[in-house]
């Protein structure tokens, strides 16, 4: 796939994202050069036509079985595939569109699967030679949740090694020498590239906004807790999240919120309805100068501006510490904590990773021999005050909420790095998942002929909130 910005087509066919690389605005003739990738699927824009009888979900499939039979050689996005189980599962959702009864608004979606969440019926690898092959013969509660609620569940996608250690083969669909970010890699590289309009992924620090920034697709990281973690291989008990990564803010919302209403998660809140909450403008965003700023590139900062100049051109007020000497205050406390969250992460780490290491020695990967490492030299007391530290700042967050719809920033810092080693900088990210709060990376800008997002942040538990403000930005400016 070329290492550019693709054409928009003169007809968008069935299931494709409308293109719309340059919008304008009626009121302020402000206009915005987004992001624009003509192979992103959803199923949500197919799905009219399966009611109307005009597609079947067993020809959606076909359709992304297509692109990953041309495309994942060179992309590796996938581990393995259940084609049989696929078509099946499509038949039989085609059958009941057929009736007229289909099982639920994921009914027949295409999905793929994060290779540390666990499938009945394919490996559990985890990008780990103790894992090869290893089946744990039930699905995890998300994966079962969609079986139950009739999506199609395609394969496996590759992740770096337990999501949080060496990296995996997959490539950045726009330029095979650069990295697709981790851990999420696969998930984000089989949307970008139209194999599928749906992927599971985790984060625990940035694997799931980052690898959508890089890839050009929507990520959508939900409040701690929101989606069920059962059965999915931990790294932090109070810093995993499991989310989603696609191609339209629409199948994100009806994915997230089927497995929330399915199984629901203990002691935790719902994502209600099958479609995304309804746009909502917001009075105010705040935008964080937080040190990510300083990894930047000259032209990423340039056009993150001309965003917010968009932004306000449309009636949006954006703060920033230039205006509100107390959002730098907040943006010191957010940079002082956020390295924190590394910290809270080896200490949670040590099980099962130390019983790894003690095990299999060097068969681990050096980065996770060294979070270990830093978790058995941390004390109860140290976990203790990080964990103190981080409810007083989600506090100071929560109630800048109250004075600003919600923040705004970069999802990462700038286009995907080169080299597939490293998979970028976890700066931008790692506040809402040190935090556990929502945030949606949005594809909006283009820099040098590679996607990046922004990424919009909001307080715990305002997961319809977040989302009804991503659903005006993304209608106003891509």
Not at 77 to 99: C, P, Q, W
Not at 216 to 225: C, H, L, R, V
Not at 390 to 411: E, G, M, P
Not at 435 to 445: C, E, H, N, R, V
Request: net charge positive.
């Amino acid at each position: 796939m070329p290492n550019v910005r693709r054409p928009a087509p003169t007809s968008v066919p069935p299931g494709r994202v409308a293109p719309d690389s340059l919008k304008e605005s009626h009121s302020t003739g402000q206009r915005v050069k987004v992001w624009h990738n003509s192979d992103l699927l959803s199923f949500s824009h197919a799905l009219p036509d399966f009611t109307a009888g005009k597609s079947t979900p067993r020809e959606f499939l076909e359709q992304c079985l297509d692109a990953i039979a041309a495309r994942d050689k060179r992309v590796k996005a996938f581990v393995t595939l259940n084609l049989v189980g696929a078509r099946k599962s499509a038949d039989a959702a085609t059958k009941r569109y057929e009736s007229g009864k289909p099982l639920s608004p994921v009914d027949g979606c295409p999905i793929a699967v994060k290779d540390i969440i666990e499938t009945a019926d394919m490996p559990t690898g985890m990008n780990s030679s103790l894992f090869k092959g290893w089946r744990s013969k039930h699905d995890a509660a998300c994966v079962f949740a969609l079986r139950c609620s009739g999506a199609v569940i395609i394969g496996k996608t590759v992740t770096t090694e337990f999501a949080i250690g060496r990296s995996g083969p997959t490539t950045n669909p726009f330029d095979v020498k650069r990295t697709p970010g981790g851990s999420s890699s696969g998930s984000a590289a089989a949307v970008a590239c139209g194999m599928v309009p749906v992927a599971l992924g985790t984060q625990t620090i940035g694997s799931i906004l980052r690898p959508a920034s890089y890839c050009g697709t929507i990520g959508f990281k939900p409040t701690a807790g929101t989606l069920h973690m059962g059965g999915i291989h931990p790294i932090s008990a109070t810093c995993d999240h499991l989310g989603i990564i696609a191609g339209s803010l629409e199948d994100t919302w009806r994915v997230a919120s089927q497995i929330s209403l399915t199984l629901g998660s203990p002691g935790n809140q719902f994502l209600p309805g099958a479609v995304p909450p309804a746009p909502r403008k917001p009075r105010k965003l705040a935008r964080l100068y937080t040190r990510g700023w300083l990894e930047l590139d000259r032209e990423t900062r340039e056009i993150f501006n001309e965003v917010l100049a968009a932004l306000e051109a449309r009636g949006v007020k954006i703060e920033s510490r230039e205006h509100d000497p107390e959002l730098s205050v907040l943006e010191d406390e957010l940079d002082g904590g956020v390295a924190d969250g590394l910290a809270i992460v080896a200490y949670e780490m040590k099980w099962p990773y130390g019983e790894y290491v003690a095990r299999f020695g060097r068969q681990i990967g050096p980065r996770i021999r060294e979070l270990v490492s830093r978790g058995y030299e941390m004390t109860q007391a140290d976990y203790k005050r990080l964990l103190v530290n981080r409810r007083r700042i989600q506090s100071l967050v929560q109630k800048w909420s109250s004075s600003c719809d919600v923040f705004i920033t970069l999802a990462a810092s700038g286009p995907a790095k080169l080299g597939l080693s490293h998979t970028g900088s976890r700066t931008f990210p790692a506040y809402s998942s040190w935090l556990g709060f929502p945030a949606f990376t949005l594809p909006l800008m283009e820099v040098n002929g590679l996607p990046v997002g922004i990424q919009l942040l909001g307080a715990g538990g305002a997961d319809a909130e977040l989302c009804a403000i991503a659903n005006w930005v993304m209608r106003e400016l891509g």
